[in-house]
């Protein structure tokens, strides 16, 4: 296995853990407002930690943080974003949607006129398909 040094610093893992434990909070508690009270809270914790300057104790306390987020990790966190496609379960989950190489053969032929040179390409692609097909030769 090839050692890859890590490119981010500190702060960006801290910021990064503050930012997971705020969308955590918003997984568990519904009303607005005890959501932002608990934000306050924790934002107080991190605070509490901000003039660590010891490295070894700075990355204690990151651990102690990580872990302490994976063990609270809400089985069904409700934090989506609209414009995040790959997430399944996201509003924007299976939006776009590829159709089928067989709606093309349904197309009006004044609507396939519009593309004569694909729609060339693609019939002879179509009929040599078939005869590989025949042939036996297509895996």
Not at 9 to 21: D, E, F, P, R, S
């Amino acid at each position: 296995m090839a050692f890859a040094p890590e490119l981010r610093t500190h702060a960006q893992k801290v910021c990064t853990l503050y930012k997971k434990a705020m969308r955590l909070i918003e997984s568990y508690y519904g009303a607005r407002f005890v959501v932002r009270y608990h934000q306050v809270l924790l934002r107080a914790r991190f605070d509490k930690h901000k003039c660590e300057k010891d490295p070894k104790e700075q990355r204690r306390l990151y651990w102690v943080g990580e872990n302490e987020l994976f063990e609270k990790t809400h089985p069904i966190p409700i934090a989506k974003f609209a414009k995040s496609v790959g997430i399944a379960g996201g509003p924007a989950y299976a939006r776009v949607v590829e159709p089928p190489d067989w709606v093309l053969d349904y197309w009006h032929p004044l609507e396939k006129a519009q593309y004569p040179e694909y729609f060339y390409r693609r019939e002879a692609r179509k009929c040599e398909y078939i005869k590989h097909w025949n042939d036996g030769t297509l895996m």
